[in-house]
């Protein structure tokens, strides 16, 4: 039954077989995205014609490899922009959050605790388009009020940050909470009694004490806005990010620089994963 | 210990912003704007219209009964999927390769949703790669199209969110004491005893915290049914993007999302009732 048990030669062996295909069932469609980059031919199928990088550095005519892809490259930028600022600023915010939920104590705690929990059980798509309507009601309130009009309340680069932004930073305050929750007290009370201020405590000895978490979950937050799609869908103005940009191709018909633009993304954040494993390995 | 005052609002102001401009003001307006609309001469009123609309039309409440089911179905066989790939990392490989397993459990799901269905598409389209093998070696005489129907969209959404419940069950197992088990087998209780008696019932928060947030997953998917389902196989999703983007009805589209805002909370409420836990325990 379990390791330590005995167990008949068909049971060991019909799960294995029934693992080995679980994990072929996983990696199966990334594995055939990588290889069809490579191919030789105008689409993304068989048969194989050969080995080419010629939907990665091709410049044209007759094909147009990522490297001289406009379109793909500004929309790489543009995803790599986003996340970068989802990141900040979800990792400060999600940072006072778990403070303010662990360390301090004040009325309604448990309604504010519950709200901060809610963007995990809202649809994405839900929230991309409820942010939508707030955007433009304040949009149409500040015209009509004032006669100012600002980019943030249209569709746009930095209404997708926000959008990623509000639910991404639930994710971030719960890691840091659960490291926080770890935290020895003694350590910040000796510190206060040797004339520390309150915010330099903060500063030089919970902060470092929650770096490997803060960094953590990061790297988690940008990837989670990287690959957003569905409360990006509703928010995005003239410059798309690379999912949505790659979903219109893929609903109009494939190129193989589709698998390009895959095997890249693949190789990628398989690196940043490993990257982020490796350091929260080492921290333990 | 006495908290400065300063220290408290640093942490408090950034949350609160955060949770009443990004999360509670825009589904307020989600809610108000469910309940606008025009009347006769083009003046905006308070109106049950749209709501009238989804029950008056079968279209509409067809596709959300649809999706519910489907989701709930979805959430179902990912669950049988889960059980034995979680039991056989947790309790049957050697500890060596519980690392290596787990990693590679962990990567595909790094890689956006979009690159993982472009995957499926390439293999399973009529001229795709799995047509391809089965042509060669004799299984079928003409290619068949795979795409496009409810099993293959259910597959995919089993596929995409497979992760959410299989860490959470990997966690719960790995907690649950191999003597018991042993115990249990020196007994003679037979392999379905212990499963029944032993090994489900320990594993109840995790199937709990899984289910709640693979059922939620696969009911807000939209690049799943939109990419995989046929043209008959609507989203409650497509509807809300149906609703905003193409015919700009923003009333209905607000309906919409508040319905399936609706929907999944009863459910993941029901869940949590079923199963006396708290949202809180769920995401920590």
Same mark, same amino acid.
């Given at each position: ?79 790599? /922009? ?115 201020? /309150? ?86 | ?27 307020? %307006? ?9 009347? %006769? ?108 129907? %409810? ?11 497979? =992760? ?12 649950? %004491? ?87 909370? =009863?459910?993941?409420?029901?869940? =949590? ?12």
């Amino acid at each position: 039954m379990i390791r330590s048990l005995p167990r008949s030669k068909t049971y060991d062996w019909s799960f294995n077989l029934f693992i080995i295909l679980y994990f072929t069932f996983l990696f199966a469609p990334l594995l055939v995205t990588c290889v069809l980059a490579f191919n030789d031919s105008n689409f993304p199928s068989l048969p194989w014609h050969g080995f080419s990088l010629d939907w990665f550095i091709a410049d044209g005519p007759e094909r147009i490899g990522l490297f001289h892809d406009d379109q793909n490259l500004r929309s790489i930028v543009t995803s790599f /922009q986003t996340a970068f600022f989802v990141a900040i600023l979800s990792v400060i915010v999600g940072t006072c959050a778990s403070f303010l939920f662990e360390k301090e104590e004040f009325r309604f705690k448990g309604v504010l605790y519950f709200l901060m929990l809610a963007p995990l059980v809202i649809p994405g798509v839900i929230l991309g388009i409820s942010l939508l309507l707030a955007a433009n009601t304040a949009g149409t309130f500040f015209d009509e009020t004032f006669g100012l009009d600002f980019d943030l309340f249209r569709p746009s680069f930095w209404l997708v940050v926000l959008g990623q932004f509000s639910f991404i930073s639930t994710f971030v305050t719960l890691v840091v909470s659960a490291r926080l929750r770890k935290f020895d007290h003694s350590l910040e009370e000796a510190a206060l009694n040797l004339g520390a201020t /309150q915010l330099g405590v903060v500063w030089h000895i919970t902060l470092k004490f929650l770096r490997p978490a803060i960094i953590g979950a990061g790297a988690v937050a940008f990837l989670m806005s990287f690959e957003n799609f569905n409360t990006t869908l509703f928010l995005v103005g003239s410059k798309p990010t690379l999912p949505i940009n790659l979903y219109l191709q893929v609903r109009d018909g494939s190129t193989p620089v589709i698998n390009a633009v895959s095997f890249m993304l693949i190789v990628g954040t398989s690196l940043m994963a490993l990257v982020n494993l490796y350091f929260t390995k080492k921290e333990e | 210990m006495s908290r400065s005052r300063l220290a408290f609002w640093i942490f408090f102001a950034p949350v609160i912003m955060w949770l009443l401009l990004l999360i509670v003001l825009p589904h307020l %307006d989600l809610l108000t704007m469910s309940f606008r609309g025009e009347n %006769d001469y083009g003046d905006p009123i308070w109106t049950l219209q749209n709501y009238k609309n989804f029950f008056t039309e079968p279209v509409y409440w067809l596709t959300f009964v649809r999706t519910a089911l489907y989701a709930i179905i979805t959430t179902f066989i990912t669950f049988l999927l889960a059980m034995p790939v979680s039991f056989y990392i947790a309790k049957l490989a050697r500890a060596r390769a519980q690392g290596a397993l787990m990693i590679m459990l962990l990567l595909p799901f790094w890689v956006s949703e979009l690159v993982r269905i472009y995957g499926w598409m390439i293999l399973l389209r009529e001229s795709g790669v799995l047509n391809f093998f089965m042509l060669k070696l004799g299984i079928i005489d003409t290619p068949i199209e795979m795409l496009y129907n %409810d099993a293959t969209m259910i597959m995919g959404l089993v596929y995409t969110s497979m =992760l959410f419940m299989v860490v959470p069950l990997v966690s719960v197992m790995e907690s649950l %004491d191999d003597s018991l088990i042993e115990a249990a087998h020196d007994l003679g209780a037979g392999h379905l005893t212990i499963w029944r008696t032993i090994i489900l019932p320990h594993c109840k928060p995790g199937i709990t915290s899984g289910s709640i947030v693979v059922f939620m997953l696969a009911l807000g998917n939209y690049l799943t049914p939109n990419l995989m389902g046929g043209k008959n196989s609507l989203w409650f999703t497509e509807q809300i993007y149906n609703q905003f983007i193409a015919s700009f009805n923003w009333n209905q589209g607000s309906a919409f999302g508040f319905l399936l805002l609706l929907l999944s909370s =009863l459910i993941i409420w029901l869940g =949590l009732k079923l199963t006396r836990q708290k949202l809180g325990e769920v995401a920590s």
